[in-house]
């Protein structure tokens, strides 16, 4: 992957700890290097079985926010996750990745690094749409986190195929509330 992409990093890991509530250290940690995390960040010394645990309640208080349908509750609490654990924006570019934001406190765990960097990426993708711009499938059986950025209406669903099957449902729901009843 080229460059940083905060809010598919974030999706992918609130993902993960959806589907696996205790997620692995290595597959979080196969997770970040896909996201262009140095792999000499992650490493059992440096990425640590605690730091996986506070991985993976960040990746669940993001899940909440990701979500959010309403734009004015994700925009509270994407300022309540800012004023716990965000500083001051800085552009940094390290380990031959171009220049970047980044929102964390200097020395930051990793829980509190990926509450900071999924926030702003919420909080860019929010300013640009003017709209809550993710969510979660409400397909049955699904719940699937995913991005909404592109053209036209905002989505709801995370594939063609989730909303095939939901629109189908509800067809055949109408069809069956609407067919005479055998009074026999």
Partial sequence: MNGFHPAARLVDLAEAVRNDPEAPRDTLAALLARHGEHPGDLGEGAFTEADAAELRAAARRMGAVLAETDTDRAALALNAVFDECAARPRLSSHDGHPWHLHAD?????????????????LAELLSAHGRVAWGACPAAGCGRYFLGTGPGSPRRYCSTSCATRARVAAHRRRAAADAPRDGG
Wanted: hydrophobic share 55%.
């Fill in 105 to 121: 406190r200097e020395g930051s765990g990793w829980g509190d690094w990926f509450l900071a960097a999924g926030a702003l990426a």
